[in-house]
């Protein structure tokens, strides 16, 4: 069974700062992992996502997230953190078979401090 | 891009009533759609899994009489929530399976409120 442990439901950043969301998974397979985005009242929007090609995912809005399978972990980081980037976000996990279900973590919510 | 479209935003229904959820993938065909509910503050839960053409996979603990999943086609699939009571109250969040390498595009909520 394949889960997910997202360490800090809580984050606080400063305008300018580095963002880093720690994520990790277990899974009998090789895994196909997520970061999502969202915002209050609003569905998710899809940041990165890493499906064995290159172990350094590059996303949207400056993000990018690095596979470690030593580690099993899937950090998500911004390098310098902007007002917009407050929101909840969520890591996941898929085993990859055609149509199989997303398992979130718990998600982490980022508050950034002008 | 891949765009989901999930209707209403936003009911509130009496307590007893049903209501129906929409979930629509607009440019993309979507054999297989998510249905997640999400508490206040919470992770999102899925409930079930829904196949166009054939009956819902519940996941456990969900109540497969009380949340009706319909997928008639390969772009529409409505969650119906029956005979609701308050504590069904919660975000419901649906999502699409494009195929490819493993697009899920997720619609933008259902905030349902029970009185």
């Known amino acids: 069974a394949q889960s997910v442990t997202q360490l800090g439901s809580h984050v606080s950043v400063s305008e300018g700062a580095l963002v880093l969301l720690r994520c990790n998974y277990s899974?009998?397979?090789?895994?196909?992992l997520f970061w999502y985005v969202q915002y209050p009242n609003q569905g998710l929007q899809l940041l990165l996502k890493?499906?064995?090609?290159?172990?350094l995912v590059k996303g949207i809005n400056g993000f990018e997230a690095e596979f470690k399978k030593s580690e099993t972990s899937f950090h998500l980081t911004k390098p310098s953190a902007h007002m917009s980037d407050a929101a909840e976000y969520f890591c996941?996990?898929?085993?990859?078979?055609?149509?199989?279900?997303?398992?979130f973590g718990g998600g982490t919510r980022v508050l950034v401090k002008p | 891009g891949a765009v989901v479209s999930q209707h209403p935003s936003r009911v509130i229904c009496k307590s007893g009533t049903s209501v129906k959820i929409e979930c629509r993938s607009l440019?993309?065909?979507?054999?297989?759609m998510f249905w997640y509910r999400q508490f206040p503050k919470q992770s999102l839960m899925l409930m079930a899994t829904?196949?166009?053409?054939?009956?819902?996979?519940?996941e456990q603990g969900v109540e497969k009489d009380k949340f009706l999943i319909n997928h008639a086609s390969l772009t529409l699939s409505t969650l119906t929530v029956t005979s609701a009571h308050p504590e069904d109250s919660s975000f419901y969040i649906c999502?699409?399976?494009?195929?490819?390498?493993?697009?899920?595009?997720f619609g933008s909520g259902t905030r349902l409120t029970v009185v």
């Open positions: 440019d993309f065909q979507a054999t297989t």
């Open positions: 890493y499906t064995s090609a290159a172990t």
């Open positions: 829904s196949n166009e053409g054939s009956k819902a996979t519940y």
């Open positions: 999502s699409a399976r494009q195929g490819g390498v493993y697009g899920y595009t």
């Open positions: 899974s009998s397979v090789p895994p196909y």
């Open positions: 996941a996990v898929s085993e990859g078979a055609a149509g199989n279900k997303l398992t």
